[in-house]
Nanobody, 123 residues
Framework: QVQLVESGGGLVQAGGSLRLACAAS????????MGWYRQAPGKERELVAA???????NYAKSVKGRFTISRDNAKNTLYLQINSLEPEYTAVYYC?????????????????WGQGTQVTVSS
């Protein structure tokens, strides 16, 4: 079982920067693919950035160049650096872990979510 806790959100002015963190506990996330999602009021949750266990990254077109996802496996933590914040980035940001466990010939897939951290960008 993996527990995820996001932090780093808050109220910031447009043009500023934030660094979100997602601390994992209960088990290591070394072998998990990780992602940051956001859900704005009245909208569906969407993937904004992802990083595989091997370190490959992928970004939604709308955030490319402004968001940077990274992971520190030694700290069991996932990060999201957000630059040049815009009011449209206002949302609850969630981290997700997609983990695979192997026991003999059996393979188990588990997804874990954090509780989210609110990011509010004022114009």
């Amino acid at each position: 079982q993996v527990q995820l806790v996001e932090s780093g959100g808050g109220l910031v002015q447009a043009g500023g920067s934030l660094r979100l963190a997602c601390a994992a506990s209960g088990d290591t996330i070394d072998g998990c693919d990780m992602g940051w999602y956001r859900q704005a009021p009245g909208k569906e949750r969407e993937l904004v950035a992802a990083i595989t266990a091997g370190g490959s990254t992928n970004y939604a077109k709308s955030v490319k160049g402004r968001f940077t996802i990274s992971r520190d496996n030694a700290k069991n933590t996932l990060y999201l650096q957000i630059n040049s914040l815009e009011p449209e980035y206002t949302a609850v940001y969630y981290c997700k872990a997609e983990c695979v466990a192997r026991h003999g010939s059996a393979v188990y897939y588990s997804d874990y979510w954090g509780q989210g951290t609110q990011v509010t960008v004022s114009s």
